[in-house]
T-cell receptor
Framework: AQSVTQLDSHVSVSEGTPVLLRCNYS??????LFWYVQHPNKGLQLLLK??????LVKGINGFEAEFKKSETSFHLTKPSAHMSDAAEYFC?????????????FGTGTRLQVFP | EAGVVQSPRYKIIEKKQPVAFWCNPI?????LYWYLQNLGQGPELLIR????????DSQLPKDRFSAERLKGVDSTLKIQPAELGDSAVYLC??????????????FGEGSRLTVL
């Protein structure tokens, strides 16, 4: 069965410094992986997705993630944090076993950005 | 275009009372999902509809939870009777394509339930 593990429940950075949110996955298949963001009292929004094309995936708002099969990782990065990046971030894998395909969410990483 | 609309945004009830949540997906989206999000956790799928058919309801606690999607558009999720452990955020999402290989689900803002 597919699963994702988000290695940090909280990450704090200063504005203008790099962001790294870590995610490891477990999958019996070639996985489809995603990052979603949830701002307070807002709906979840897709940041980016990996579906076996380029291993470096660029998303919205300057975020990107790199798929590393050898490390079973899909870490989310951004070169320079902005105050508006403060939110909850979810690493997600698509469960494609048994011909179903539903999204399996990690437990989330709360990103705080300090001025 | 309008996003996924959910109501009510907040609901406080006493245990053993019934409660219902409503969702209006994005126009043209055939697939509709209900997710449960407990505090500090990621969303978990309760049920997925393709048009009016529930194609995956394996995670829906059928003793107290029910859902319907009449005419393949709006959907209602009901809990009867509610228990203390049902306190959570209930998320509705929709997608244009069948299945979630695209991964792009559009979520509503959620309905936060508090059971006293």
């Amino acid at each position: 069965a597919q699963s994702v593990t988000q290695l940090d429940s909280h990450v704090s950075v200063s504005e203008g410094t790099p962001v790294l949110l870590r995610c490891n996955y477990s999958s019996s298949y070639s996985p489809s992986l995603f990052w979603y963001v949830q701002h307070p009292n807002k709906g979840l929004q897709l940041l980016l997705k990996y579906t076996s094309a380029a291993t470096l995936v660029k998303g919205i708002n300057g975020f990107e993630a790199e798929f590393k099969k050898s490390e079973t990782s899909f870490h989310l990065t951004k070169p320079s944090a902005h105050m508006s990046d403060a939110a909850e971030y979810f690493c997600v894998v698509s469960d494609q076993s048994y011909n179903t395909d539903k999204l399996i969410f990690g437990t989330g990483t709360r990103l705080q950005v300090f001025p | 275009e309008a996003g996924v609309v959910q109501s009510p945004r907040y609901k406080i009830i006493e245990k053993k009372q019934p409660v219902a949540f409503w969702c209006n997906p994005i126009s043209g989206h055939n697939t509709l999902y209900w997710y449960l999000q407990n505090l500090g956790q990621g969303p978990e799928l309760l049920i997925r509809y393709e048009n009016e058919e529930a194609v995956d309801d394996s995670q829906l606690p059928k003793d107290r939870f029910s859902a319907e999607r009449l005419k393949g558009v709006d959907s209602t999720l009901k809990i009867q009777p509610a228990e203390l452990g049902d306190s959570a955020v209930y998320l509705c999402a929709s997608s244009r394509l069948t299945g979630s290989n695209t991964g792009e689900l559009f979520f509503g803002e959620g309905s936060r339930l508090t059971v006293l």
